[in-house]
């Protein structure tokens, strides 16, 4: 296989209308992970999420949680959790059921959720904390972004919308 021109086929996405997808997006995607800087991906993916052209952020987190594997998922619930100050914690209670044990054990200074208590959490239940992570943590985008910048398997499960706003956003970045 030739060298890829990643200028060129970034180009591809500076211009694609809002709220479309680019054919191509997740195969191109997969190359522009493996060439790109840590820092240009977790940034253009944290652009991405924080964009109007993609769903909202429960949604995406739902949607890459139902997909990743347990530890993908104790990581992204670590994320969320990480990212919001302890007096928000304690608002979290009625999320309820394994969620709201996970808060409580969080907020007590537990660091990490583990992969066998991720995996008892459902979807709806991590919609439902990372729109509440939306509103109570600024910076939820940054660190989900570079989350996902460390797993970009996940940002394909995302949708193919998401995948090409999250490339025309590396694209920006790349172009300074």
Same mark, same amino acid.
């Given at each position: 296989m030739p060298p890829l021109d990643l200028g060129s086929l970034l180009s591809k996405y500076l211009n694609v209308p809002a709220g479309q997808s680019a054919p191509d997006a997740e195969n191109h995607f997969d190359q522009v992970a493996q060439q790109a /800087? !840590? *820092?240009?991906?977790?940034?253009?993916? /944290?652009?991405?999420?924080?964009? *109007?052209?993609?769903?909202?952020?429960?949604?995406?987190?739902?949607?890459? %949680?139902?997909?990743?594997?347990?530890?993908?998922?104790?990581?992204?619930?670590?994320?969320? &959790?990480?990212? &919001? $100050?302890?007096g928000s914690l304690g608002s979290l209670g009625s999320l309820g059921g394994v969620l709201g044990g996970l808060v409580g054990q969080f907020g007590g200074g537990q660091a990490q959720v583990t992969?066998?208590?991720? /995996?008892?959490?459902? !979807?709806?239940?991590?919609? *439902? &904390?990372? $729109? #509440?992570?939306?509103? #109570?943590?600024?910076?939820? %985008? *940054?660190?989900?972004?570079? %989350?996902?910048a460390q797993h970009p398997q996940l940002v394909k499960t995302l949708g193919s919308a998401a995948v090409t706003v999250a490339r025309a956003k590396i694209a920006k970045r790349m172009r300074g």
């Open positions: /800087s !840590p *820092d240009v991906m977790s940034q253009g993916i /944290s652009d991405a999420l924080r964009s *109007d052209q993609t769903p909202s952020l429960g949604e995406m987190a739902s949607q890459a %949680f139902s997909k990743a594997n347990p530890q993908q998922q104790a990581g992204l619930l670590n994320q969320i &959790l990480g990212s &919001l $100050n302890p992969p066998e208590q991720a /995996s008892q959490v459902s !979807p709806q239940q991590v919609q *439902d &904390l990372a $729109n #509440h992570a939306e509103q #109570h943590a600024p910076g939820i %985008f *940054d660190k989900l972004g570079s %989350f996902y």
